[in-house]
Antibody
Framework: EVQLKESGGGLVQPGGSLRLSCVASGFTFSAYSMNWVRQAPGQGLELISYISSSSGTIYYAESVRGRFTISRDNAKNSLYLHTDRLRGEDTAVYYC??????????WGQGTLVTVSS | EIVLTQSPATLSLSPGERATLSCRASQSVTSYLAWYQQKPGQAPRLLIYDTSDRATGIPARFTGRGSGTDFTLTISSLEPEDFAVYYCHQRSTWPYTFGQGTKLEIK
């Protein structure tokens, strides 16, 4: 069974940092591209970052470029998102999701990041 | 950035009825269009990828069609568990974007 489990969310002050993690199991992690998708309270979905299986290709949405860094450790079956200079508008549930064929076939349960003073 | 516009914003139907959801792209996404279902408090679930391919375990009542800029998701006969929010998503050009969602509610 494919499982993705995020952690690392919490309450952080504006300007602060958090490191989100996603541990994968049930599949060969090193063979798949991965993504971070976020959803602000009551809002829609935003794909904020993508990383290919070997980390050779990385993309960021304009809203987070220069502040967030995606990375992965294939030996640890783990995906990371380092978030820096956080703003109120970064408040959201952050999901990791696996790319399979033409879609995001598997998702974690999400971790909530709240940016507030 | 490719903007995906979904319509209607809310669709009110009864179980057993047919639902048709629309997604229009601001420029061609060829066939790289997917659909997701999201229920309250849950992560999204992939229904359809590459316009018309059903994901693993998705019932045949879900059908995707379209090409270029105009796409539809049809649910042939609504089951109680189908009432949720539906998002379209393009992976043609980065940034990969989502539509704003269509809420399918029970009439």
């Amino acid at each position: 069974e494919v499982q993705l489990k995020e952690s690392g969310g919490g309450l952080v002050q504006p300007g602060g940092s958090l490191r989100l993690s996603c541990v994968a199991s049930g599949f060969t992690f090193s063979a798949y591209s991965m993504n971070w998708v976020r959803q602000a309270p009551g809002q829609g979905l935003e794909l904020i970052s993508y990383i290919s299986s070997s980390s050779g290709t990385i993309y960021y949405a304009e809203s987070v470029r220069g502040r967030f860094t995606i990375s992965r450790d294939n030996a640890k079956n783990s995906l990371y998102l380092h978030t820096d200079r956080l703003r109120g508008e970064d408040t959201a549930v952050y999901y990791c999701a696996r790319s399979v064929l033409g879609g995001l076939a598997d998702w974690g349960q999400g971790t909530l990041v709240t940016v507030s003073s | 950035e490719i903007v995906l516009t979904q319509s209607p914003a809310t669709l009110s139907l009864s179980p057993g009825e047919r639902a048709t959801l629309s997604c229009r792209a601001s420029q061609s996404v060829t066939s790289y269009l997917a659909w997701y279902q999201q229920k309250p408090g849950q992560a999204p679930r992939l229904l359809i990828y590459d316009t018309s391919d059903r994901a693993t375990g998705i019932p045949a009542r879900f059908t995707g069609r379209g090409s270029g800029t105009d796409f539809t998701l049809t649910i042939s006969s609504l089951e109680p568990e189908d009432f949720a929010v539906y998002y379209c998503h393009q992976r043609s050009t980065w940034p990969y974007t989502f539509g704003q969602g269509t809420k399918l509610e029970i009439k």
